[in-house]
């Protein structure tokens, strides 16, 4: 629930920086016992509310108030607001790569490393080498620093458009100088074979040489690949399979020897990475690629090693005429990630010969599994009980695997447990996996101890202060659910997919169900033929110029912005009662199926003569008549940073004059490729950075809000508001591989296919987690138990 606090006699207003308003709203539901805290790093003050908050957390909450009324500085109490609205990307926080050529060029750092020609940045390039212990991906980002710090950057989608010829010369040098650094001899010449990487243009040639650098570090990533194939000693499970293999080797070769590399290097990067990706599905080479990811489970490891015997043609019956299964488990072994696991899985097959990829895999999936129960047990994280067991545990995990053949073929190795262990194994299947506790899984950028539970605690709701521009958007789509009877069930439908597929949390990098819900009307307004909906504001009544200034305000204008549409609820109401608002008469089930193909693909649409949402280039604006603008006519072509100075120190005593006057805020933006806002300050001096989110300065503070294009969704009133702007990179992964997998799904439906729950619960991976443990339990040690 949401709900909006609006004081208009109030003076500074309550969604202003200077506003004691909401503090002190927090300070009071804090007193009484409810859950109470302020964001006030989101675009206006909210205030997340809860009725019975747990002891712990209305104590951390309260302690958390009291930090701020001292002026303590506390990262944690910040991260929950950048959660909300303002997160930063990915898991990793990485900065988008169009950001970062941005900011390069921006900065024109040539004088570090020398202008074009002079012999300083010719210097810069000659010596630039991989390090014999760098491995290819951290010597590309090595050039990516060296082509900054030239005054360069990487040609892409949001910069090509201004690529000039001098960033090409930059940009040309660095490729060059990124080839003829490679460590490996026989890479680097193989390479320098090839027409797209002679970097001596002859003078009889009339076409381009452009190029990319994430486009050569392709050509060198796929080119060891196919370096690989000339040496692999295990071929194809047979000659049709083979063929088809030097097929893709034949074509890699074909790409880097286009004489048209040079016209569209953003089109030749996508034939280059469409060449690479297949290579790297090639079996012989996956068999030499194959290794442990950090996080990856030795169950996950080993069933990918299966695949790869099988697709080479093997099985996993020891022998020593089984050339296939050895090579799989020498690069199993090999592929191991924690030395010390590797070293005594090597030691176990070593001393028993000829082994199944089974008992191999066992004895790691042993050893792993005592290793993640030694990291859950450092960090405290079973009760006391439970870890006395695990480490009566541990001993039998660690002994030596044994023979059997009282459990069939597929037991031959195990770990054995007597009867009188059985008590043991039990209280350890009770137990939660440690290979998914926090010690051994990926860190969560988004963990918060302030965070409120989903449930227990009561009602819970947002508190909005100011919202003037909200209850326009609610009256928006207000107006828009009464235009169709279909409209209602359609966006409650979505938007309970998007909860449950795990894409509606904007706080770790998704959307909003605001968001969905536009989505879903741009699909109504825009895409559906004929409409189901009209676009209310294409046809909002013309302004009667008699009107009063207040309801100008109240109908037309709201803080600046153009707020007309249609809102005549009860002539809406009329209307579509008689019918009269849409020819459209596609059931809900149709128009579902419509909404999910275009968004899944770009491709023409099976249903309707439209082309599928263009990700990468379209801005979703439901005002606009068709629906669509283009992110480079928005100039949301990068990502971008913008600060701004607030107050938000400790309240000072109300008897105190200055809580009246107001400072307006001052944005000041940074690393942007296409600035749309005027800073009403000047910029920090060069060298001088701009301060911390949380950096103090004269009694406020410095708001850092990040605007991202990923996916672009134009708000219907705010124009210059991206709604979709805390998508990140891996929030957008997961958005469009859930839209493809709903269409999969949908499109498969009645065909002879194993069936998927469209609306499966996300959640349900805790109860196969709960499975998958107890299988492993059974593999390591059997199906029965032993006697004495």
Excluded at 359 to 379: G, I, P, T, W, Y
Excluded at 521 to 531: E, G
Aim: charged letters at 25%; glycine letters at 6%; proline letters at 6%.
């Amino acid at each position: 629930m949401d709900l909006g606090l609006i004081s208009p006699l109030s003076i500074p207003q309550p969604d202003s920086n200077d506003s004691a308003i909401p503090r002190v709203i927090e300070k009071a539901f804090l007193d009484v016992g409810l859950g109470a805290r302020l964001l006030t790093r989101t675009r206006v003050p909210i205030i997340k509310l809860c009725e019975k908050p747990p002891e712990k957390l209305l104590h951390d909450l309260r302690e958390e108030r009291l930090k701020w009324e001292k002026g303590l500085d506390d990262d944690a109490a910040a991260e929950e607001e950048d959660r909300h609205e303002d997160v930063t990307d990915g898991l990793t926080r990485q900065t988008d790569p169009a950001d970062s050529n941005n900011a390069g060029h921006s900065s024109k750092l040539s004088d570090a490393g020398g202008l074009p020609g002079s012999e300083k940045y010719q210097q810069s390039l000659d010596n630039f080498k991989q390090g014999a212990n760098v491995h290819l991906l951290g010597y590309y980002n090595m050039a990516k620093r060296l082509l900054r710090k030239l005054g360069g950057r990487d040609i892409s989608h949001s910069t090509a458009a201004d690529f000039s010829a001098e960033d090409f010369k930059i940009l040309n040098d660095v490729c060059h100088a990124f080839l003829r650094g490679l460590a490996d001899d026989a890479l680097r010449t193989s390479l320098e074979s090839y027409v797209s990487l002679t970097f001596e243009r002859s003078p009889s040639t009339n076409m381009p040489s452009n190029r990319s650098l994430a486009g050569v570090f392709t050509q060198m990533e796929g080119e060891r690949l196919a370096l690989m194939w000339e040496c692999r000693h295990i071929h194809e499970k047979d000659d049709h399979q083979e063929g088809l293999a030097q097929k893709r080797i034949d074509f890699w070769k074909d790409v880097q020897n286009k004489l048209t590399f040079g016209l569209d290097p953003l089109a030749y990067n996508r034939e280059l990475q469409l060449a690479a990706d297949q290579l790297k599905r090639i079996p012989s080479i996956e068999l030499m690629l194959l290794e442990q990811a950090q996080y990856e489970t030795a169950s996950q490891y080993h069933s990918r090693a299966i695949k790869l015997m099988l697709d080479l043609g093997g099985h996993d019956s020891a022998s020593p005429s089984n050339e296939i299964l050895s090579a799989v488990i020498r690069h199993y072994i090999a592929g191991i990630s924690h030395e010390d696991i590797r070293e005594q899985v090597t030691a176990f097959a070593e001393s028993l010969g000829n082994l199944s990829l089974k008992a191999v895999a066992r004895r790691h999936k042993s050893l792993q599994l005592a290793k993640e129960f030694d990291k859950a047990l450092e960090k405290d994280l079973y009760a006391e009980e439970d870890a006395t067991a695990i480490k009566a545990y541990l001993p039998l995990l660690r002994s030596p695997m044994k023979p059997t053949d009282k459990m069939g073929e597929y037991f031959d190795f195990v770990i054995p447990v007597t009867a009188e262990l059985s008590h043991l194994l039990a209280k350890i299947n009770t137990l939660s996996d440690p290979a998914k506790l926090a010690p051994n899984q990926p860190r969560d950028p988004y963990k918060d101890r302030l965070e409120f539970p989903k449930s227990g605690v009561g009602v819970q709701c947002d508190i909005n202060f100011s919202a003037h521009l909200a209850l326009h958007n609610t009256l928006l789509l207000r107006c828009y659910s009464h235009t169709d009877p279909r409209v209602r069930p359609l966006v409650l439908f979505v938007k309970h997919w998007a909860k449950v597929r795990g894409i509606n949390t904007p706080y770790r990098g998704t959307l909003s169900s605001y968001g969905y819900v536009l989505m879903m009307l741009h699909y109504l307004v825009n895409v559906a033929q004929p409409f189901v909906c009209p676009n209310l504001q294409a046809i909002a009544p013309p302004p009667d110029p008699n009107l009063p200034p207040e309801i100008v305000e109240e109908t037309m204008v709201c803080k600046g912005r153009n707020v007309q549409f249609w809102r005549d609820e009860d002539a809406i109401k009329n209307l579509a009662r008689q019918g009269s608002l849409t020819q459209n008469q596609d059931s809900i089930g149709y128009l579902i199926r419509g909404f999910f193909e275009y968004f899944a693909q770009s491709n023409m649409m099976s249903t309707i003569q439209i082309r599928g949402f263009d990700w990468g280039r379209d801005v979703l604006s439901i005002r606009t008549h068709g629906g669509l603008l283009s992110k480079q006519e928005k100039g949301w072509t990068g990502a971008k940073t913008v600060f701004e100075v607030q107050n938000k120190g400790a309240p000072p005593p109300a008897s105190e004059p200055h809580l009246m006057q107001a400072n307006p805020q001052t944005p000041i933006e940074s690393s942007t490729p296409t600035p749309t806002t005027t800073p009403s300050q000047p910029l920090p001096s060069p060298g001088e950075p701009p301060k911390s989110s949380h950096d103090k300065s004269k009694g406020g503070e410095v708001k850092e809000i990040r605007h991202r294009y990923l996916f672009a969704i134009e708000d219907p009133f705010e124009l210059d508001h991206n709604v979709a702007r805390t998508v990140t990179h891996n929030g957008i992964v997961a958005i469009r591989d859930e839209f493809r997998r709903a269409w999969r799904i949908i499109r498969n439906a009645g065909r002879n296919v194993v069936p998927e729950d469209l609306l499966e619960d996300v959640t349900a991976d805790k109860k196969r987690e709960r499975d998958s443990f107890s299988e492993l339990l059974v593999e390591i040690h059997g199906n029965k138990l032993f006697d004495e």
